[in-house]
Nanobody, 124 residues
Framework: QVQLVETGGGLVQPGGSLRLSCAAS????????MGWFRQAPGKERQFVAA????????LYADSAKGRFTISRDNIKSTLYLEMNNLKPEDTAVYYC?????????????????WGQGTQVTVSS
């Protein structure tokens, strides 16, 4: 049974940092590109960042460049998202997802396994 479990969300002040983790099981993690998406209330799901299966090529949304860092540990089957200098507009539920292939894309329909999400709230 495929499982993706995100942790690390919470309430943080503007300018603060959070590190999200996504523990994967039930499939061969190292064979898949992995991505992070987010969805704010009343808005469509939005691409944040993605990694090739080996982590050698990374994709970022413009909103994430310079502030967020995606990484992965294939031994631990875990995906990470380090988020710095957080802004109120980063408030959303953050989801990790497994791509159908080894190269990442920004389109959510290319990802076939999804976690349940973790809430990130940036507020003073």
């Amino acid at each position: 049974q495929v499982q993706l479990v995100e942790t690390g969300g919470g309430l943080v002040q503007p300018g603060g940092s959070l590190r999200l983790s996504c523990a994967a099981s039930g499939f061969t993690f190292s064979n898949h590109a992995m991505g992070w998406f987010r969805q704010a209330p009343g808005k469509e799901r939005q691409f944040v960042a993605a990694s090739t299966r080996g982590g050698g090529f990374l994709l970022y949304a413009d909103s994430a460049k310079g502030r967020f860092t995606i990484s992965r540990d294939n031994i631990k089957s875990t995906l990470y998202l380090e988020m710095n200098n957080l802004k109120p507009e980063d408030t959303a539920v953050y989801y990790c997802a497994a791509h159908t292939a080894s190269l990442p894309t920004m389109e959510d329909y290319d990802y076939n396994y999804w976690g349940q999400g973790t809430q990130v709230t940036v507020s003073s």
